[in-house]
């Protein structure tokens, strides 16, 4: 079965400051990978997707992942943290051996501190 | 392009109540699902349906029940409404379903089961 794991529940960054969430996933087949953002009270928005091709992603608002295969991950990393990136992150994993259905991490939180 | 429609926002149900979350898409996406968003667990997936008529469980399916008559709609029914039902419930669809693509979500309902 897949599954995915995010290790931190809750990061505080300071405003201007660099900021990197962290991805595991468990699989067998080939991971497609994503990671949403979700603003207090709002739904899930793309950040950015991984299929294949180049590893290191960009996406919106300035986020980037790189998938690194040997270490199962997909980390987010965003170089310069504004007040509103506070939100909560989810990274997903789908894949054709679970007919593409998404699985959710736990998600982090992320504070932002002027 | 509405996207995907949630109606309720705001639902407080008595125990044993049943009620109806309405969800519509106006993008003719193939692939409709049901998500529950409890604090610590992410998103875990209800029901879905690949296409009209055509709908089956996910993860934790006990006590709802869905059907899509249309390519448009896809309500979530409580039957018997639990304090454990208690949750933020996502709609969410996808343009198709036999490859990975981007998951759109609506709003979210808030629902409070006393």
């Known amino acids: 079965a897949q599954s995915v794991t995010q290790p931190d529940i809750h990061i505080t960054v300071s405003e201007g400051a660099s900021l990197e969430l962290r991805c595991n996933y468990s699989y067998g087949a080939t991971p497609y990978l994503f990671w949403y953002v979700q603003s207090p009270g709002q739904g899930l928005q793309l950040l950015l997707k991984y299929f294949s091709g180049d590893t290191l992603v960009q996406g919106i608002k300035g986020f980037e992942a790189e998938f690194k295969r040997s270490q199962s991950s997909f980390n987010l990393r965003k170089p310069s943290v504004h007040w509103s990136d506070a939100a909560e992150y989810f990274c997903a994993v789908a894949s054709s051996a679970n007919d593409y259905k998404l699985s959710f991490g736990a998600g982090t939180t992320v504070t932002v501190r002027a | 392009n509405a996207g995907v429609t949630q109606t309720p926002k705001f639902q407080v149900l008595k125990t044993g109540q049943s009620m109806t979350l309405q969800c519509a898409q106006d993008m003719n996406h193939e692939y409709m699902s049901w998500y529950r968003q409890d604090p610590g667990m992410g998103l875990r997936l209800i029901h879905y349906?690949?296409?009209?008529?055509?709908?089956d469980q996910g993860e934790v399916p006990n006590g709802y029940n869905v059907s899509r008559s249309t390519t448009e709609d896809f309500p979530l029914r409580l039957l018997s409404a639990a304090p454990s039902q208690t949750s933020v419930y996502f709609c969410?669809?996808?343009?198709?379903?036999?490859?990975?693509?981007?998951?759109?979500f609506g709003q979210g309902t808030r629902l409070t089961v006393v």
């Open positions: 349906s690949v296409g009209a008529g055509i709908t």
């Open positions: 969410a669809s996808s343009y198709e379903v036999r490859s990975p693509t981007e998951a759109f």
